[in-house]
């Protein structure tokens, strides 16, 4: 993990935990335009991606990230955003007890102890979407500007040609193996969930959100398929995400 660190750390804390193709240098830029308010903003790069090694686990890449927080006394978060991927690290600080985290935005996430058939599809999803970018070498992915138009597509495809297929391994892994536990009242009260009408993602965790946290803030996008509604309305997005950030 490469952690990059934006804003005064005087300012509220808010963590972007990147997806799948996305480094924290990408998010940051894709949505800081739109943020009203003035943050202390870490965007790390998880491993195979930007300037982090491969990627090891979501364990390990949380261990990089908790050594980082406690070791610059940012205990006390004001948001932890993820998305896909990014979700898998950001549920763990979520429940780390020796953090403060006042609120939690997911998007896209796998709410499941074991998506056997979810990881399996998405191994065989990429290796052989990586198998084609090597020969095409396109700028942005056909199938990807059609799930997210050719501007977030583009920063999609750019960071693939990184991704090793033990990376593509590994990650989808921490994509779909989750420790869920019954989430107290008050950790359901700081928890928004974010899903697209079609993310395969919402069909396992629909089933598990009434079990796990039924009072959490759930946001359906319709017509949207896994965090697309990101990619196609950063504005309004964003937006949303700093009205949840101040209780609105």
């Known amino acids: 993990m490469y952690i ?15 997806p799948m193709m996305v480094t924290g240098e990408d998010l940051y830029h894709w949505m800081k335009p ?4 003035e943050y202390h903003i870490l965007a790390p790069d998880q491993g195979g991606h930007g300037k982090a090694g491969n990627y090891a686990g979501a364990e390990a890449e949380y261990r990089e990230l908790r050594s980082f927080l406690m070791e610059t006394g940012c205990r006390d978060i004001a948001l932890v955003f993820g998305a896909s991927l990014g979700v898998a690290v950001g549920y763990r600080l979520f429940l780390d007890p020796a953090f403060t985290v006042r609120h939690a935005w997911f998007d896209g996430v796998v709410l499941s102890g074991n998506a056997g058939f979810t990881e399996w599809f998405m191994k065989r999803l ?28 583009k920063i999609m495809t750019e960071n693939f040609k990184r991704i090793t297929v033990e990376d593509i391994d590994a990650i989808c892994h921490a994509c779909c193996h989750y420790e869920l536990r019954k989430l107290t009242e008050e950790e359901q009260g700081k928890l928004h969930l974010d899903f697209g009408e079609k993310d395969f993602d919402w069909k396992y965790s629909r089933k598990t959100i009434p079990v796990y946290m039924p009072k959490a803030e759930v946001t359906i996008r319709p017509g949207f398929a896994h965090c697309g509604y990101m990619a196609a309305e950063p504005r309004a997005y964003v937006e949303q995400m700093e009205a949840f950030l101040a209780g609105r």
């Open 4 to 18: 990059r660190e934006y804003g005064s750390r005087e300012k509220p804390t808010i963590l972007l935990l990147a």
């Open 34 to 37: 739109y943020l009203r308010g």
């Open 126 to 153: 990429f290796r052989s979407r990586k198998k084609k970018l090597a020969k095409t070498r396109v700028e942005a992915s056909p199938s990807l500007v059609k799930m997210y138009g050719y501007d977030f597509a």
